[in-house]
């Protein structure tokens, strides 16, 4: 059965300080996902990785915003200096066979 | 590019009603077809899903048909309950240049008991 675990669910932090939010797939897959959500955005795509190596990264906001996966089983999205703006749910999602997401519970983030 | 639009929110249902949320994409090549469900504090989930034009996808009552002539997937289900209130989502993935998963806006559904 497909799944993502996240850490951590919640975390609140001060603006400058450095975030690391981590998503660990119960299972080894080749394509991750880092969705964020707001209530203005909606739902947007940051960066997907195939085979650990990022695809696509036009998402990703600015250069404060950086995720590396190292393994299949492993992925980190890090924000450093956070700012108020980066409040949102953090999202990490595999990818089955057809194409279907399977998503974790989400890592609220909020920016004092 | 790839692009997704769905009607706008939120949908007050009464408990029994019927329901549709329309969805409409653009997409090149062949896409596969997505709606998934968020229920308050949890991330997303697959509701069902349709891989080529014409296939029917269906879960829990729920039911869309992929219709290529009219770039549409809206999603049906004939008698709601209070325990479908949740924001729907429809979204494609393409199959070509990449696996990238493209998500409308979402819709809120409220069902009044």
């Known amino acids: 059965d497909a799944g993502v675990i996240q850490s951590p669910r919640h975390e609140v932090t001060e603006m400058g300080q450095e975030v690391t939010l981590r998503c660990k797939p119960i299972s080894g897959h080749n394509s991750l996902f880092w969705y964020r959500q707001t209530m203005m955005r909606g739902l947007e795509l940051l960066i997907y990785f195939n085979n650990n190596v990022p695809i696509d990264d036009s998402g990703m906001p600015e250069d404060r915003f950086s995720a590396k996966m190292p393994n299949a089983s492993f992925s980190t999205l890090k924000i450093q200096p956070s700012e108020p703006r980066d409040s949102a749910v953090y999202f990490c999602a595999i990818q089955g066979d057809t194409g279907e997401l399977f998503f974790g519970e989400g890592s609220r983030l909020t920016v004092l | 590019g790839n692009s997704v639009t769905q009607m706008e929110g939120p949908v007050t249902l009464s408990e029994e009603a019927f329901l549709t949320i329309n969805c409409t994409y653009t997409a090149t090549g062949y896409p596969s077809l997505f709606w998934y469900v968020q229920y308050p504090g949890e991330g997303l989930q697959l509701l069902l899903k349709?891989?080529?034009?014409?296939d029917k996808g269906s879960n829990k009552g729920f039911e869309a048909t992929y219709r290529k002539e009219t770039t549409s997937f809206h999603l049906e289900k004939g008698s709601v309950q209070v325990s479908d209130s949740a924001v729907y989502f429809c979204a494609l993935t393409g199959n070509t240049g990449g696996f990238k998963t493209i998500f409308g806006a979402g819709t809120r559904l409220f069902v009044k008991a």
């Open positions: 349709a891989t080529k034009a014409d």
